[in-house]
C-alpha cells in the first residue's frame, strides 16, 4: 500500500481542537468560569458543478443510468476526465457510480490540478471506475499513474491495476499481463519530497508579483 500526497476526485480537510473544560482548572482556585463563546460553524463547501460533453446521451430515469457516448469530457471543478463512453449510475441511496471506457488503441486521461501546491496528477488506462460509496477510483489496464510538480514529472505507478482509495488517501497497486510496466509487474517511482518542495517553492516564488 502506498501513501499518497494528493487526492483525485475531491479532498476535505478536518480541523478539530480539544481542549480541557474552562471550569476544570478554574475550580480548583475557586476562579469562576467565563462565560463560553459559542465557535463560528464554517460554512459547508460547496459541490462543484459537473459538465459532461458527449456526442449522444441515453438517460434511464427508472433505473437512474446515463450513458455518455462519444468524445466524452467530463469536468468537476478542476478535475477532467476523456473516454469513449461513460456510464453513470445512482442507488437508492444516492451514492453515484461510474465507468469509462475507450475503444482499441485508446486509454481513459484523468487529470486532476492542485493549484495551490503547483501540482498536476495525470492517470490514465484502459477502464476508469469510480464507486461513489466507498470513494475508490479504480484505474484498470496499462494503469499509469504521474505526479508533476511546478510542470516536471516526479512520482510515477504503474501496473495492471491501480486502487486509490479517498477515505484512507492510499493506494494500492497490482501487476498482471496488461500491466503498464515491462514483465507484467508494479512499477513504482517515487523522488524525494524535498525536490518535490523546493520545486514547488521555485514555482512560487515565480508567480509570486512583483514589489
Known sequence: MIPSRYRFFAAWLLAA???????SVLAQSGGTPPASTPAATPAPQEEPDTLILSDT?????VQKVSIFTGNVIMTRGLMTLRSDKLVMSEDAEGFQYGTATVGPGKLVHIRQENPE?????EAEGLRAEYDGKTEQ?????QAVITRYVCGKPFDNIRGERVI???KTDTYEAYGGPNSAAQGG????????RAKADAAAAECR????PAN
Not at 185 to 192: C, F, K, T
Open 137 to 141: 477510483l479504480v484505474v484498470i489496464g
Open 205 to 208: 516564488k515565480k508567480s509570486a
Open 117 to 121: 501546491d503547483f501540482e498536476v496528477i
Open 17 to 23: 481542537v480539544i481542549g480541557l473544560p474552562a471550569g
Open 185 to 192: 509487474r508494479v512499477r513504482s517511482v517515487a523522488q524525494p
Open 57 to 61: 446521451l441515453n438517460y434511464d430515469d
Open 164 to 166: 486509490y482509495k479517498q
